[in-house]
């Protein structure tokens, strides 16, 4: 059985930083990865992706040149850097993972219905 769980949501002042750990524990000792956020009133949107082998990265425009996503030294963590964030970044942030290692474009890994595996969610509020 696999688990997701999320970690380290909270609230910060515009230009702040958070960042987000993702931890799938499952047969595997790693996952194609991807974070998505849903905030009230709006429908879920895809923020960042991470590739099976963590070479390959994608982002959505408009998180493009301020979150990071990358893999832990223990393979089976995944981590979203947060940096300059904005009040419409506000939102529920949840963590995805699928079994499939062969998902790897931007198609693939920022679909929501190709990930089997989902977190809990956690809060990130960005205000003044």
């Known amino acids: 059985q696999v688990q997701v769980t999320e970690s380290g949501g909270g609230s910060v002042q515009p230009g702040g930083s958070l960042q987000l750990s993702c931890t799938v524990s499952g047969p595997f000792n790693r996952y194609p990865s991807g974070w998505f956020r849903q905030a009230p009133g709006k429908e879920r949107e895809f923020v960042a992706a991470?590739?099976?082998?963590?070479?390959?990265?994608h982002y959505a425009a408009t998180v493009e040149g301020r979150f990071t996503i990358s893999r832990g030294n223990a393979q089976n963590t995944v981590y979203l850097q947060m940096d300059s964030l904005k009040p419409e970044d506000t939102a529920g942030y949840y963590c995805a993972a699928d079994s499939d290692s062969y998902l790897i474009s931007f198609a693939d890994l920022s679909a929501a219905d190709n990930y089997e595996y989902w977190g809990q969610g956690t809060q990130v509020t960005v205000s003044s």
């Open positions: 991470i590739s099976w082998s963590g070479g390959t990265t």
